[in-house]
């Protein structure tokens, strides 16, 4: 029986049951396990907050409201499992199902947001560009980057250059 079977089993048979004070072995339990599982059910609000007696047995003061909600709707405890986790050599998780979004550990990984591509999309650009300093236009944009104040102000005023219409576009994505 895992953890989450024998907490379901505890709340079921200790709220039920005519006797105020319980042991672990009325359930086959260690105390240390026991008690743990009896601490994490008061934690989740579905029993009073009870005390423990001389002897390791718990004193069973009753159920709360989420807890008889708790019976009522038969539920079970039940930790959601993600759906999917992508790893890729970057050491970048894309987390999806009920748990969106990215999570990102090391260093210089990359993370493929909306704006990371319309970005590598527009230094790309400028790169094909005639542009006599692209390569200036490249390391300025990359060390204002992170900085969104700043990053807006630079690209704006590419716009006031005269940049081709393909680099115009790109930069409008990503005001």
């Not at 672990?24 to 423990?52: H, R």
């Not at 716009?159 to 990503?174: C, H, K, P």
């Given at each position: ?91 970048s998780i894309n987390v999806s199902g009920n748990n ?56 704006t005023s590419l716009l006031g250059v005269g940049v081709?219409?393909s680099i115009s576009t790109l930069i409008g994505n990503?005001?």
């Amino acid at each position: 029986m895992n953890s989450d079977d024998k907490y379901n089993m505890l709340v079921n048979e200790i709220s039920s049951s005519k006797n105020s004070n319980i042991t672990p072995k009325d359930f086959g339990l260690e105390f240390q396990e026991f008690k743990a599982i009896i601490d994490e059910i008061e934690y989740d609000g579905l029993f009073e907050k009870g005390f423990w007696v001389l002897g390791g047995s718990y004193a069973f003061i009753g159920l709360t409201f989420k807890g008889r909600s708790f019976l009522e709707n038969s539920d079970k405890k039940q930790y959601h499992k993600i759906e999917k986790t992508e790893v890729n050599y970057n050491n970048s998780i894309n987390v999806s199902g009920n748990n969106n979004g990215n999570i990102i550990s090391g260093n210089n990984n990359t993370i493929h947001s909306e704006f990371n591509k319309n970005f590598n999309a527009l230094l790309d650009e400028i790169n094909k560009s005639d542009l006599e300093n692209k390569s200036l236009i490249i390391e300025e944009l990359n060390a204002c980057k992170d900085n969104p104040k700043t990053f807006k102000s630079y690209i704006t005023s590419l716009l006031g250059v005269g940049v081709e219409a393909s680099i115009s576009t790109l930069i409008g994505n990503l005001l």
